[in-house]
C-alpha cells in the first residue's frame, strides 16, 4: 500500500503580505493576510469579504446582536502588492545561495524584487 506524502504546497501568498483582490465582489480593495489555509487554498485578509455573524447573548456579551467577520477567499482572486512598484504582480520563485547553502524565494514578474526577507 503506497504511503501518502506529506509535500507542502507552494502558494504565492504567505500570512503578513500586503495582497490586493483582483476578481469578485471585493475587486481593487488591498488588505494585510491574517491568516492562510493551504488545504482549503484560501486567505483570510483584513477588511475583506465581510459577513455579518448573528450573535447569541452570552455571559461575555449580554446584548448579542450582529457582528461583521471576514471570511476566507479563494487564492486564484488575490496577487501580492510589489512595494516597489505599488502594483499587484505575479509571482515566481528564484534560487538565492547564501553562506554555503540556499533557499528559494518568491519574485515579484513585474519588477523582479523578492517578496520574501
Do not use: C, Y
Request: no cysteine.
Amino acid at each position: 500500500m503506497p504511503r501518502k506524502k506529506n509535500k507542502q504546497k507552494k502558494l504565492h501568498v504567505k500570512k503578513g503580505d500586503l495582497i490586493e483582490v483582483i476578481s469578485g465582489n471585493d475587486r481593487g480593495k488591498r488588505g494585510k493576510v491574517l491568516r492562510v489555509f493551504p488545504d482549503r487554498d484560501r486567505v483570510l485578509i483584513e477588511g475583506i469579504n465581510m459577513r455579518t455573524k448573528h450573535q447569541k447573548p452570552t455571559q461575555e456579551n449580554p446584548q448579542g446582536g450582529r457582528m461583521k467577520q471576514e471570511m476566507p477567499v479563494h487564492i486564484s482572486n488575490v496577487l501580492p502588492v510589489d512595494s516597489v512598484s505599488d502594483q499587484a504582480t505575479r509571482v515566481g520563485r528564484s534560487w538565492v545561495a547564501e553562506s554555503g547553502k540556499g533557499r528559494w524565494v518568491r519574485v515579484a514578474k513585474v519588477s523582479g524584487e523578492t517578496l520574501d526577507k
